[in-house]
């Protein structure tokens, strides 16, 4: 409206001036070199507009004409960019959808389109990456890294693909790269903190968390702090007990619910006589997660006491989580000790219906203690045998008898207690205290459980036999996300070597 209101103001202005000189017509006289011109100033007015318009006109022609190659040049830009983003885009999405012919293909067209742009440099890594050519991807990923604008990238598939050789050191090197020149990049905080845990670097892991607090939540960040303080605790327990207690008692401070820094808090500070407070931790870790290593430290708090005294404390303990299974199986280990064989069979009998493995060990126990039946005691290692499985601390199909921090692929914190894989016959299970010759052995076996190994000899070769018969696909690293199929995608923290590292492993259990 406004617009249409100053329109109107600028013509009925116009009009008023023309209508004036119309009214007041006036001689306007020229005499240049003999020449003499007379006219009326409406005349002369009109042939000044005319002539105005004559030589506008004329400088455009002339401008057209000599900006015509750079016009050209534009337009034949702006055609070959469109292009270019057609190619680049069409590339991407044979990627993530797995095409390697048309991937290459489009990889081709676009450099000769755009060579060294960051996006063609990108879908030429990863075009070879999903043609299975790992040197010509690591040679593109060494070109983004030297550059400033995709540096960052580069180094984070230089590390992809370092990791894919299990080269470890090499991946160590381009995330640590990857910090210095970019301090808030996850992936590079978490490949160096695995990294200095794998090391067993407990102090330099929790200086490096310290440092990207800023990037982490609170609450990642307390649950974090608390796993790496309890690792250091654990490796100082039998060097320097009173700084292994100071760790102890922050992680659990941090992560009060944590199981295995409530169960060595307890335990260091049972052993400097504070009894009143360690009972403390041990019974608020145990009312959110009932754990038999909690039981275990309770029923040692008091050294020397007799066995009846500690089957009335475990019993308490059991009645602050009623009707869970690990307070059951406590109750029953301590009334084995005391001797109490009706409690033991009392506190075992709602789970023989449900039958795992250790209800049927501590079965076959109470036998052979109560009547020193064999008979009876090897029919429950029997049951033992083809008994629903107990939970156990288990990442990646991988068993360890204790918690560990750090898994055999790197990851920190990802031990989980939960039951292993169901329809299997044993677990790789991790045994600490011969990790020196091999780190990853099978199962343990259960007291009286002789009969186990035949079966374990006869399904191993086969599922060994049935692991090399299903290729392993090598999947391109998610660098880039298609919304509806984004393809096979790595997460940082599920990467798996083919084979655990045992030197990071020889340095955490020594």
Request: glycine share 6%; net charge positive.
């Amino acid at each position: 409206m406004i617009r249409v209101i100053l329109f109107l103001i600028v013509v009925g202005a116009l009009s008023l001036g023309i209508a004036w000189l119309a009214d007041r017509p006036g001689d306007v006289v020229i005499t240049w070199q003999g020449l003499r011109i007379e006219t009326s100033l409406m005349i002369l007015g009109a042939a000044l507009l005319a002539a105005m318009l004559i030589l506008a006109l004329v400088w455009s022609a002339v401008r057209a004409i000599l900006r015509s190659h750079i016009v050209l040049g534009n337009h034949l830009r702006h055609r070959r960019g469109v292009r270019a983003y057609e190619t680049l885009s069409h590339g991407l999405i044979a990627v993530g959808s797995g095409d390697s012919a048309a991937a290459r293909k489009f990889a081709t067209e676009i450099n000769r389109l755009a060579p060294g742009e960051p996006l063609a440099l990108l879908l030429n890594a990863q075009s070879a990456q999903l043609s299975g050519d790992r040197d010509g991807a690591a040679r593109v990923f060494h070109t983004m890294a030297s550059r400033p604008d995709t540096k960052a990238l580069g180094l984070h598939g230089l590390f992809h693909e370092a990791r894919r050789r299990n080269d470890l050191t090499s991946a160590r090197a381009y995330a640590e790269e990857a910090v210095r020149s970019a301090p808030s990049l996850g992936w590079a905080g978490r490949a160096v903190l695995e990294a200095r845990c794998r090391d067993g670097d407990w102090a330099g892991a929790l200086a490096l968390l310290e440092r990207n607090i800023r990037t982490l939540e609170k609450a990642s960040y307390r649950r974090l702090r608390a796993v790496l303080l309890t690792a250091r605790a654990r490796a100082l327990e039998h060097t320097d007990r009173d700084s292994a207690k100071t760790f102890a008692l922050e992680a659990n401070k941090l992560a009060p619910t944590f199981v295995p820094a409530a169960a060595l808090a307890g335990r260091l500070l049972a052993e400097g006589g504070q009894l009143r407070k360690a009972s403390k931790i041990i019974d608020s870790a145990w009312r959110a997660n009932p754990h038999p290593e909690l039981a275990q430290a309770h029923a040692e708090l008091r050294s020397g006491e007799s066995a009846r005294d500690r089957l009335k404390r475990i019993e308490a303990l059991a009645k602050r989580v009623p009707g869970h299974v690990e307070g059951a199986l406590a109750i029953a280990r301590a009334a084995l000790d005391a001797q109490e064989f009706a409690k033991a069979r009392a506190a075992l009998a709602p789970y023989l219906e449900t039958l795992t493995k250790r209800v049927a060990v501590l079965m076959a126990d109470l036998e052979r203690a109560e009547s020193n039946d064999e008979g009876r005691a090897r029919e429950w290692i029997a049951r033992a045998l083809n008994a629903a499985p107990d939970p156990e601390w288990t990442v990646d199909g991988f068993v360890s008898k204790h918690w560990l921090p750090v898994s055999p692929s790197g990851r920190l914190d990802a031990f989980e207690w939960r039951v292993p894989l169901a329809g299997m016959v044993s677990a790789p299970m991790i045994e600490p205290e011969a990790a020196t010759a091999t780190p990853i052995k099978l199962a343990r076996e259960e007291p009286g459980s002789a009969p186990a190994v035949p079966v374990i000899a006869e399904v191993l070769p086969s599922l060994r036999r049935s692991e090399q018969a299903q290729p392993k696909a090598e999947p391109v690293i998610p660098l880039i996300h298609v919304p509806d199929d984004p393809g096979p995608e790595i997460a940082e923290e599920s990467e798996t070597p083919d084979e655990p590292q045992a030197g990071g492993w020889r340095k955490i259990f020594g």
